[in-house]
């Protein structure tokens, strides 16, 4: 597609599960980032891969939340041992360059029960 | 407090009128970013401008940027329900790593 998919789009789960959010980038840009976005709120930070380069972490919340990027393409972020406090909407966007407008997904809606 | 915030929080206005949001910042900057959301949506890219520049138009949009307030403002003329929406700034500076920072939103209502 031409946009930034991610899936699923909505996600139930009890807590202490674990959990693995996709997100498949714009064909041909090196940037990614995740995002979170809690209810009426602006969107933190979570962690950006650029190329090859070493991603930035900085803003994972502890170390129960990870992300990967294969191939410099799809990326998934995968929260362990989920809490309450989770629940959220997890957004993905990328970029042509990391230097530039960012394009989102729609986001996985987190609802931990 | 965060890097970016809009004020204000809230806006309602009537189909046709202009609105106005803003948006203030702590440090020096590369570039701002205007962002929309729609309810249930990711964000869109609306206008960017670069620390070197004071204004910018895109359609009904115009944006201004005073570095030196550390300020900038979103101006949507002639506003339409369709523009019912949340507009979040966004700045690009070194001191964070050139990582986009978001404030919390304007919500705009325009009513028809």
């Known amino acids: 597609g031409a946009g930034v998919s991610q899936s699923p789009s909505n996600k139930v789960t009890e807590k202490g599960k674990d959990v693995e959010l996709r997100c498949d980038p714009i064909s041909g840009h090196t940037a990614l980032y995740w995002y979170r976005q809690s209810l009426g709120q602006g969107l933190e930070f979570l962690i950006y891969f650029q190329g090859n380069s070493a991603p930035d972490k900085s803003g994972l919340p502890s170390d129960r939340f990870s992300a990967e990027r294969t191939g410099g393409s799809v990326s998934t972020l995968t929260i362990q041992r989920t809490q309450q406090e989770d629940s959220a909407v997890y957004l993905c966007a990328s970029s042509l360059d990391g230097l530039g407008p960012q394009h989102f997904g729609d986001g996985t809606r987190l609802s931990i029960l | 407090s965060q890097q970016g915030e809009e004020d204000p929080q809230a806006l309602s206005i009537q189909e046709g009128e202009n609105a106005t949001m803003n948006c203030s910042y702590k440090t020096s900057i590369n570039n701002l970013q205007w962002y929309r959301q729609n309810s249930g949506r990711g964000l869109v890219h609306l206008i960017l401008?670069?620390?070197?520049?004071r204004e910018k138009h895109s359609g009904r949009l115009r944006v201004t940027l005073d570095t030196s307030k550390k300020s900038s403002s979103l101006l949507i003329t002639a506003s339409r329900a369709a523009d019912t929406a949340s507009y979040f700034c966004?700045?690009?500076?070194?001191?964070?790593?050139?990582?986009?920072?978001f404030g919390a939103g304007t919500i705009l209502r325009v009513k028809s």
């Open positions: 401008i670069r620390s070197n520049e």
């Open positions: 966004a700045t690009d500076a070194r001191e964070y790593g050139n990582k986009l920072v």
